[in-house]
C-alpha cells in the first residue's frame, strides 16, 4: 500500500501561522527544566508569541528578506523565541550550537563561512564569544516583546532554515529547508505517532540537531501542544532524568540517539518506581539502532510498565527535515538474516516514497529539502526529478525498510562488502571495557583492509588480543590497524554519531603522513 499523501491543506500553511491560531489560548507552550531542582521555566501560547514578535521586530530594523540569521544560544526558551522569531520575521534561520570547545567553535565559523549571516541572535553571556560575529549581534533576553508585529507574507518554496548537516562522512553542508519541508515533516511525524494537541513531546536532543528542532521546536507549534525539555548536559549527568520526565507525561512522544538508550538502559537500576505504561512513542534514530539496545532497554523498563511497542526505531536525516521512516504501532522488529546479524527495522515511510537503487536508499516526498546552500553541483545528492539520494545502504524486507550502513563508509575487502557497524559491534562485544567504536577502511601496500578505533575502559594486551580474535572469528578480517584509546576520545559528530571520517583521519592519516 503506498504511504498516505501529505495533505494539500497541510502544505498551505507556514508554522507562524499556526503559532499565530495557537496564541489564542492562554496555555503552556514551552517549558524548559533546570537543574538542580529541578524548576520549570514556561511560556504560554500568548507570552511566546509577543517575545516571537518582539525578535521580529528587531531583525527588521537589522536585515533585509532572505537574510540569514545565526542562533547560537544555549537551549532553553530564548532559542524556541530565536528560532520562531525568525521564521515570523521571514528571515532564514541558521540553528547551531554553542561555541563552547575548540570543534563546536571549529563547525560554528565554517557555518558562518557557509551561510554568510547577517546578524546573530545569542544568550546574553555569550555575546562576546559569538565566532567570527556578524555585524549585528542580539542578545535575546534583551529583546522586549512587542504585541502587533504581523508576520512577514513567505511563499511555501521560501526557505525557512538551513541545517547543517551532522559531517559524519564530509564537511557539514547546509540542507536548505523550505517552510514547506517543514510542515509536511511535522505532519508526517504526527501522523505516524498518532499525535494531536493533547500530546506532549520532551526530551534533551539539542535544538540545533535536526531531530530536537523538529521534535521539540516546530511539531509542538504544529499541533498547539506542548514541549518539555532540558539539556544535552543534563542527561549525560543522569540518564534517568530522561526516563523520568517520560513517566511525568501520560502519552508523551520522545526521541534519542541510540547511544542514550543504552546509557538509560545501564542506570536503569538506580530508578525509583515511576509509572512508563502511558508512554506514547520513543524515537531511537540518528545512529544506527543495535537489536542488543532494543533488548536492554526493553528489559531495563518494562518492570516500569514501558510497553516495548513504545519503542519506535527511526531513520531520517538532515536532507530529508528529518523523518523519513518510522516503526508504527508494531514497535520493534528484529530478524536475523543470511549473515547471521540481527537487524533492527526502522519501519516504513509516512507522507513520502522510499525506493532502492544499486542498494542505496532513495526519497522523495515534500519534506525533503532544496540543495545545499550555495552549491548549485549537489545533482549527486538531489536529483533532478525529485529524489534525495541518501548515501545510505539499505533494503526492503515484508514492507520494511532495513538500514545497512553508509555508502562512503563502506569496506571492500577481497571483494567482499563489511559494513562498519557490523564489525563496530563485534568489537564492543568482545570485551566489557570497550566502549565507543569507529571502524573504517584503509589502504596501503596490501590493499584494501580494516582498521578500528575503540575507547576502552582499561587498555591492555588481553584486551586487543580479544578484539582481533572477535573480528577475524566473525567477519573473517585481520585487523590492519587497532588504537585503542579513552572512550572520550573517539570523535562524534554533532549529533552524537560516532564519525569514521575524523577517526580515519587523526588515526590513520598521522600514520600515513609520519610512514
Keep these: 500500500m503506498p504511504p498516505a499523501a501529505v495533505p494539500d491543506e497541510v502544505l498551505t500553511t507556514p508554522l507562524t501561522?499556526?503559532?499565530?491560531?495557537?496564541?489564542?489560548?492562554?496555555?503552556?507552550?514551552?517549558?524548559?527544566?533546570?537543574?538542580?531542582?529541578?524548576?520549570?521555566?514556561t511560556l504560554t501560547w500568548p507570552r511566546l508569541l509577543a517575545r516571537v514578535r518582539g525578535v521580529a521586530r528587531e531583525l527588521r530594523r537589522f536585515t533585509r528578506p532572505g537574510d540569514r540569521v545565526a542562533i547560537v544560544a544555549r537551549q532553553d526558551l530564548d532559542y524556541v523565541v530565536a528560532f520562531l522569531g525568525t521564521l515570523y520575521a521571514g528571515r532564514v534561520a541558521v540553528p547551531l550550537s554553542v561555541p563552547i570547545g575548540r570543534t563546536s567553535r571549529a563547525r560554528i565559523e565554517s557555518a558562518f563561512a557557509d551561510a554568510t549571516p547577517t546578524a546573530c541572535?545569542?544568550?546574553?553571556?555569550?555575546?562576546?564569544?559569538?565566532?567570527?560575529?556578524?555585524?549585528?549581534?542580539?542578545?535575546?533576553?534583551?529583546?522586549?516583546?512587542?504585541?502587533?508585529?504581523?508576520?512577514?507574507?513567505?511563499?511555501?518554496?521560501d526557505p525557512a532554515y538551513l541545517?547543517?548537516?551532522?559531517?559524519?562522512?564530509?564537511?557539514?553542508?547546509?540542507?536548505?529547508?523550505?517552510?514547506?519541508?517543514?510542515v509536511a515533516s511535522c505532519w508526517q511525524t504526527t501522523r505516524c505517532y498518532h499525535a494531536d494537541a493533547s500530546t506532549p513531546l520532551a526530551g534533551w536532543v539539542p535544538f540545533f540537531h535536526d531531530m530536537g528542532l523538529v521534535l521539540l521546536i516546530a511539531t509542538p507549534v504544529f499541533l498547539g501542544s506542548r514541549s518539555v525539555f532540558f539539556t544535552p548536559m543534563e542527561f549525560v549527568r543522569d540518564p534517568l532524568r530522561w526516563i523520568r520526565l517520560l513517566a511525568e507525561h501520560p502519552g508523551v512522544i520522545s526521541a534519542a540517539p541510540n547511544f542514550a538508550f543504552d546509557l538509560a538502559s545501564e542506570a536503569a537500576g538506580d530508578l525509583e518506581a515511576v509509572d512508563l505504561s502511558r508512554v506514547n512513542s520513543v524515537l531511537n534514530g540518528s545512529e544506527p539502532v543495535r537489536a542488543a539496545t532494543v533488548e536492554a532497554?526493553?528489559?531495563?523498563?518494562?518492570?516500569?510498565?514501558?510497553?516495548?511497542?513504545?519503542?519506535?526505531?527511526a531513520y531520517g536525516l538532515a536532507e530529508a527535515t528529518v523523518f523519513v521512516t518510522s516503526a508504527g504501532d508494531e514497535g520493534p522488529t528484529v530478524?536475523?538474516?543470511?549473515?547471521?546479524?540481527?537487524?533492527?527495522?526502522?519501519?516504513?515511510?509516512?507522507?513520502?516514497?522510499?525506493?532502492?537503487?544499486?542498494?542505496?536508499i532513495w526519497v522523495s516526498g515534500p519534506n525533503v529539502a532544496d540543495g545545499y546552500w550555495g552549491r548549485p553541483d549537489d545533482a549527486d545528492t538531489f536529483t533532478e526529478d525529485g529524489w534525495l539520494r541518501t548515501g545510505d545502504l539499505g533494503f526492503v524486507h515484508d514492507g520494511l525498510l532495513y538500514v545497512a550502513g553508509r555508502l562512503k563508509d563502506l569496506i571492500i575487502v577481497d571483494g567482499r562488502n563489511h559494513y562498519p557497524q557490523d564489525i563496530e559491534a563485534t568489537v564492543e562485544a568482545a570485551h566489557p571495557s570497550v566502549r565507543r567504536v569507529a571502524a573504517f577502511a584503509v589502504r596501503d601496500g596490501r590493499g584494501e583492509g580494516v582498521a578500528v578505533v575503540a575507547g576502552c575502559t582499561a587498555p591492555d594486551e588481553s584486551v586487543e588480543t580479544a578484539v582481533r580474535r572477535a573480528v577475524s572469528a566473525g567477519?573473517?578480517?585481520?585487523?590492519?590497524?587497532?588504537?585503542?584509546?579513552?572512550?572520550?576520545?573517539?570523535?562524534?559528530?554533532?549529533?552524537?554519531?560516532?564519525?569514521?571520517?575524523?577517526?580515519r583521519e587523526r588515526w590513520w592519516g598521522e600514520n600515513e603522513r609520519h610512514g
Aim: aromatic residues 6%.
Design 17 to 41: 501561522g499556526y503559532l499565530l491560531r495557537n496564541a489564542a489560548e492562554d496555555r503552556p507552550a514551552f517549558t524548559c527544566r533546570t537543574f538542580p531542582g529541578p524548576a520549570d521555566h
Design 121 to 157: 541572535l545569542t544568550s546574553k553571556n555569550l555575546v562576546e564569544k559569538v565566532p567570527s560575529p556578524p555585524a549585528v549581534v542580539l542578545a535575546v533576553e534583551d529583546i522586549e516583546p512587542a504585541d502587533a508585529e504581523p508576520p512577514a507574507a513567505v511563499a511555501m518554496t
Design 163 to 182: 541545517q547543517y548537516t551532522s559531517g559524519s562522512t564530509r564537511r557539514p553542508a547546509g540542507a536548505v529547508i523550505s517552510h514547506r519541508a517543514l
Design 297 to 313: 532497554f526493553e528489559r531495563a523498563f518494562a518492570p516500569f510498565g514501558l510497553p516495548r511497542a513504545a519503542q519506535k526505531p
Design 335 to 360: 530478524r536475523t538474516f543470511d549473515d547471521g546479524e540481527p537487524r533492527v527495522s526502522v519501519g516504513r515511510p509516512y507522507g513520502q516514497r522510499i525506493r532502492i537503487v544499486d542498494e542505496e
Design 475 to 503: 567477519h573473517d578480517l585481520p585487523l590492519r590497524a587497532l588504537w585503542l584509546v579513552r572512550p572520550g576520545e573517539v570523535p562524534r559528530t554533532s549529533s552524537g554519531k560516532v564519525s569514521r571520517a575524523a577517526a
